[in-house]
Nanobody
Framework: QVQLVESGGGLVQAGGSLRLSCAAS????????MGWFRQAPGKEREFVAA????????YSSDSVKGRFTISRDYAKNTMALQMNSLKPEDTAVYYC??????????????????WGRGTQVAVSS
């Protein structure tokens, strides 16, 4: 059974930083892409960032480009999202996800099969 557990969320002032982590367990993850998504109240889930199985190709949404950085540690089976220059519009529940198909780097939620329960990020103005 695959488990993804997010941590690191919290309340921060605009302009501040947070680092989210996602711990994966249950099977080897070295050949599957991982991603971060978020969902704000009353809005649809949206793509934030994704990283390939090799740690090479990385993608992020235009809304976070230049502010958020995705990374992964294969030895620890973890993924991180460093969020800098946070804005109130970044407030959401953030979810980590593991791709369903090895070798792809989906930027759409439909490409991910395993999901964590999420961690709340709140940015005050």
């Amino acid at each position: 059974q695959v488990q993804l557990v997010e941590s690191g969320g919290g309340l921060v002032q605009a302009g501040g930083s947070l680092r989210l982590s996602c711990a994966a367990s249950g099977r080897a993850f070295s050949n599957a892409a991982m991603g971060w998504f978020r969902q704000a109240p009353g809005k649809e889930r949206e793509f934030v960032a994704a990283i390939s199985w090799s740690g090479g190709p990385r993608y992020s949404s235009d809304s976070v480009k230049g502010r958020f950085t995705i990374s992964r540690d294969y030895a620890k089976n973890t993924m991180a999202l460093q969020m800098n220059s946070l804005k109130p519009e970044d407030t959401a529940v953030y979810y980590c996800a593991l791709a369903a198909v090895a070798g792809t780097v989906p930027v759409n939620g439909n490409g991910y099969f395993y999901w964590g329960r999420g961690t709340q990020v709140a940015v005050s103005s």
